[in-house]
T-cell receptor, first 112, second 112 residues
Framework: DAEITQSPRHKITETGRQVTLACHQTWNHNNMFWYRQDLGHGLRLIHYSYGVHDTNKGEVSDGYSVSRSNTEDLPLTLESAASSQTSVYFC???????????FGPGTRLTVL | KQEVTQIPAALSVPEGENLVLNCSFTDSAIYNLQWFRQDPGKGLTSLLLIQSSQREQTSGRLNASLDKSSGRSTLYIAASQPGDSATYLCAVRSGTASKLTFGTGTRLQVTL
């Protein structure tokens, strides 16, 4: 069965370190998204991609970057982790931009 | 800027009761609206997707309605069961990049 996976599921890091969160989907979807979920804010869009080599900023993109070298993967990089980036991160994908989005299980990141 | 509000934030009902969850959004120029379920520590599972031209969608015991002109959607759950206990999220797709904007969710507990 097609699925979307994220790794690691839990990560603890220190302020200032570079961190990369992996997202891999086997749906063969063109569209992939990264969200963060925080209490009181709901899910907020960080970055998204509509295809290979395409990346776009979402509403909370500062301090994050993504690159899309193939259809299956959209890694999220925190260039220099900050305590404000402690959150749960979700990756999602969809076949077309307006289609249902399918979500991964999430990565809980703690920045100390 | 699109804003999505869900009321109530939390709800506890006895098993067997019918219930309604509410979602409101500020910009009626939407493409579609999606209801998700999130279990603790898990990702999001899509329940229903309503296109802007539709008035309602049904799946089993779930029925979602959409009144685009008034900026409202409701999720009706019939004959609630303890397994329905979860957080329910409403998300609206709108804007030039057709991005999803999420509400903060309604946490539902169905008691025996």
């Amino acid at each position: 069965d097609a699925e979307i996976t994220q790794s690691p599921r839990h990560k603890i890091t220190e302020t200032g370190r570079q961190v990369t969160l992996a997202c891999h989907q086997t749906w063969n979807h063109n569209n992939m998204f990264w969200y963060r979920q925080d209490l009181g804010h709901g899910l907020r869009l960080i970055h998204y991609s509509y295809g290979v080599h395409d990346t776009n900023k979402g509403e909370v993109s500062d301090g994050y970057s993504v690159s899309r070298s193939n259809t299956e993967d959209l890694p999220l990089t925190l260039e220099s982790a900050a305590s404000s980036q402690t959150s749960v991160y979700f990756c999602a994908s969809s076949g077309r931009p307006l289609d249902t989005q399918y979500f991964g299980p999430g990565t809980r990141l703690t920045v100390l | 800027k699109q804003e999505v509000t869900q009321i109530p934030a939390a709800l506890s009902v006895p098993e067997g009761e019918n219930l309604v969850l509410n979602c409101s959004f500020t910009d009626s120029a939407i493409y579609n609206l999606q209801w998700f379920r999130q279990d603790p520590g898990k990702g999001l599972t899509s329940l229903l997707l309503i296109q802007s031209s539709q008035r309602e969608q049904t799946s089993g015991r779930l029925n979602a309605s959409l009144d685009k002109s008034s900026g409202r959607s409701t999720l009706y759950i019939a004959a609630s069961q303890p397994g329905d206990s979860a957080t329910y999220l409403c998300a609206v797709r709108s804007g030039t990049a057709s991005k999803l904007t999420f509400g903060t969710g309604t946490r539902l507990q169905v008691t025996l």
